[in-house]
């Protein structure tokens, strides 16, 4: 499985970005696609999953402000970013959770910066 992740960028506190991850390759066997972040000198954290039965789960940083979806024909998660501030800055990683004949395999894009200003 390749995930491309895209959709990063700066923009100012209070603004919005849509981050878009496109899965490829055995994607038929993908449970959960999810977004990850990981900030200057911290641990990569969890955003946002939601699995291909569409049960989702929020960090509680995330909640009220992000929205995570998912559109199984294109293999692609998206993750909708409001009210951003400051704190959100990070490279957020999109992840996916695959398992084929009992093996659970874990995927990792390339990440994609978000820098919000004050």
């Known amino acids: 499985v390749q995930l491309q992740a895209s959709g990063g960028g700066l923009v100012r506190a209070g603004g919005f970005l849509k981050l878009s991850c496109a899965a490829s390759?055995?994607?038929?066997?993908?449970?959960?696609l999810g977004w990850y972040r990981q900030a200057p000198g911290k641990q990569r954290e969890l955003v946002a999953t939601v699995s291909s039965g569409g049960s989702i789960k929020y960090a509680d940083s995330a909640k009220g402000r992000f929205t995570i979806s998912r559109d199984n024909a294109k293999n692609t998660v998206y993750l909708q970013t409001n009210s951003l501030q400051p704190e959100d800055t990070a490279v957020y990683y999109c992840n996916a959770d695959r398992l084929w004949v009992g093996v659970r395999y874990v995927y990792w894009g390339q990440g994609t910066l978000v820098t919000v200003s004050s």
């Open positions: 390759g055995s994607t038929s066997s993908i449970n959960a």
